[in-house]
């Protein structure tokens, strides 16, 4: 989820789908770092994992309309192993009007930054995302070093990211210097109408020294390789990056919500996943 991200497009020439014949090195992946989210109803997300992001507009930008908070109606567990991100049509004292919209949502975005980073490996969540006109939820990655070098110069790899009327549909995409808006994208459609909101799902990148490979499942439907960089693009993806989970609503991509929209809207995470490569 780019922090001023208003579309998606596939750049020839860098992307290589999952028909490619070049394949990631043979090894194993040994798990570092994860969240089962385990525990009581109402419980927030482990404080010694994750941080929360608050306040709403113009930190966000892209026109999005909701107001992230710290509160477990947003964000806590469920009880049954999962992580529950909530968005909610409401106003709180203290949210300020916005030029794109009432603004009238509140939801939760929680990251690691400060608690955990890793450069190279495979990063996974499993989860069940919300369908609805508007609803934009992501699991993506940026650069730890943000503070000494800000976005894009930091980078960015969003995992997954998914607009609620689109309900099959996916999009991972990186950004970087030289390719920032719109990024370096593809996405992967669900088979016979099938909506991602009604199963969970496990979306993953898996990062290596050479290239990053983005997975829905089992189906790998985009790499980005070192070595097809071109054109003013630099390859920014060789230091510690941490986690981010969010549920936007609104904003220039997705648009806002509809009349149709059911609140609260919720993602459901039953975990992320951290391991690194093992020759």
């Known amino acids: ?156 790899i969003d995992v997954m990211e998914s607009v609620g009327d689109d309900p099959g549909t996916i999009h991972g995409s990186a950004h970087g210097p030289g390719f920032v808006d719109p990024g370096i994208t593809d996405s992967f459609r669900l088979a016979d109408g099938q909506r991602l909101a009604d199963a969970f799902h496990t979306y993953a990148v898996e990062w290596t020294p050479d290239r990053i490979d983005w997975w829905i499942d089992d189906n790998r439907y985009l790499t980005v390789l070192r070595g097809s960089m071109q054109g003013g693009r630099q390859w920014i993806f060789d230091h510690p990056f941490y986690l981010l989970l969010n549920l936007a609503v609104g904003g220039g991509w997705p648009g806002p919500p509809g009349d149709d929209t059911a609140f609260p809207a919720r993602l459901a995470v039953d975990h992320v996943r951290v391991y690194r490569f093992v020759e």
């Open 1 to 156: 989820m780019s922090l001023f991200a208003t579309g998606l497009v596939i750049v020839a020439g860098v992307v290589a789908g999952c028909a490619s014949g070049e394949s990631a090195p043979p090894g194993r992946w040994e798990l570092r770092w994860s969240d089962e989210f385990d525990g009581p109803a109402g419980r927030g997300p482990d404080p010694t994992k994750w941080v929360f992001d608050r306040g709403g507009e113009p930190q966000w930008g892209n026109e999005e309309w909701q107001y992230y908070t710290d509160r477990p109606e947003n964000v806590s567990l469920d009880g049954r192993g999962h992580l529950e991100i909530s968005a909610r049509r409401e106003r709180l004292p203290g949210m300020s009007p916005c030029p794109h919209g009432p603004c009238d949502v509140t939801s939760g975005r929680i990251t690691t930054l400060g608690r955990f980073d890793q450069r190279y490996g495979r990063f996974e969540a499993r989860m069940r995302i919300p369908s609805g006109t508007g609803l934009w939820p992501a699991f993506w990655m940026m650069g730890a070093d943000i503070e000494a070098h800000p976005w894009p110069g930091n980078g960015e």
